[in-house]
C-alpha cells in the first residue's frame, strides 16, 4: 500500500538550532515528492519539488534532500517565523496527479 | 491576487442539511483538486478534474458528494445532508500539468452541529 511517514510528528527547536524533518515513503511509482509548510487555519503553502534520488532544493534557511526511501528537509539556523506544520507528499504511478500526505511535523521555534 | 481562491471560508450547518462549496483556481491551470483535511492530518485526496471532465474520485467520496467543474473554470463541491463526521477543512488545489506542483487555495472550513 502507498504510504507517506514523517517523523517526528513534533518538533521543538531554539532559535538558531539546526535539525532535519524526516519523510520515508512507499509508493508505486514515484511521480515527485512534495514540501508544503502549513500556518494554523491556512492551506499549504508549496515549497519544494524533487524527482530524483540525489535531488537537493534550497530556498533561504531550508533544504531538501531525496533518496530512494526518505527525503529530508533540513533547516539551517531558524527563526521563530519558521514555526510552522511541514507536510511531505508524494505522486505516484496509481493515479493521475492527486497526492499522498503524510500527517505532517509541527516544528516550534523559540526565540 | 492570482492565486487559488475558495469561498465561503466558514460555513456551520446543521446535520442534515447541504452544503455547496467554491473554488476557483489559478486561470491559466487546467487540472483541479479537492482534498480534505481533518485536525492533525495531511490532506485526503477527495477528486480531481482535467478541464471539464471528472477523472478519479477517491473511495473516500460517498454518494453524498458531489462535485463539478463547469467549462473547465472553478469547482463545486456540494455535500448532502451533512452528518457530524464531516466536519473538516475542505480545500482546492490547481496545477499545470499532471504531478506538477500543487498550488492550494485557503481552504473551506465546515462544522456540522
Known amino acids: 500500500e502507498d504510504q507517506v511517514t514523517q517523523s517526528p510528528e513534533a518538533l521543538r527547536l531554539q532559535e538558531g538550532e539546526s535539525s532535519s524533518l524526516n519523510c520515508s515513503y512507499t509508493?508505486?511509482?514515484?511521480?515527485?515528492l512534495f514540501w508544503y509548510r502549513q500556518d494554523p487555519g491556512k492551506g499549504p503553502e508549496f515549497l519544494f519539488t524533487?524527482?530524483?534520488a540525489g535531488e537537493e532544493k534550497e530556498k533561504e534557511r531550508l533544504k531538501a534532500t531525496l533518496t530512494k526511501k526518505e527525503s529530508f528537509l533540513h533547516i539551517t539556523a531558524p527563526k521563530p517565523e519558521d514555526s510552522a506544520t511541514y507536510l511531505c507528499?508524494?505522486?505516484?504511478?496509481?493515479?493521475?496527479?492527486?497526492?499522498?500526505f503524510g500527517k505532517g511535523t509541527k516544528l516550534s521555534v523559540k526565540p | 491576487d492570482t492565486g487559488v481562491s475558495q469561498n465561503p471560508r466558514h460555513k456551520i450547518t446543521k446535520r442534515g442539511q447541504n452544503v455547496t462549496f467554491r473554488c476557483d483556481p489559478i486561470?491559466?491551470?487546467?487540472?483541479l483538486y479537492w482534498y480534505r483535511q481533518t485536525l492533525g492530518q495531511g490532506p485526503e485526496f477527495l477528486t480531481y478534474?482535467?478541464?471539464?471532465?471528472?477523472?478519479?474520485k477517491s473511495r473516500l467520496l460517498s454518494d453524498r458528494f458531489s462535485a463539478e467543474r463547469p467549462k473547465g473554470s472553478f469547482s463545486t463541491l456540494e455535500i448532502q445532508r451533512t452528518e457530524q463526521g464531516d466536519s473538516a477543512m475542505y480545500l482546492c488545489?490547481?496545477?499545470?500539468?499532471?504531478?506538477?506542483?500543487?498550488?492550494f487555495g485557503p481552504g473551506t472550513r465546515l462544522t456540522v452541529l
Open positions: 488545489a490547481s496545477s499545470g500539468t499532471e504531478y506538477n506542483e500543487q498550488f
Open positions: 509508493v508505486s511509482g514515484l511521480r515527485g
Open positions: 524533487l524527482y530524483s
Open positions: 507528499a508524494v505522486g505516484h504511478g496509481g493515479s493521475q496527479g492527486n497526492l499522498i
Open positions: 486561470s491559466e491551470h487546467n487540472r
Open positions: 478534474f482535467q478541464n471539464e471532465a471528472q477523472l478519479e
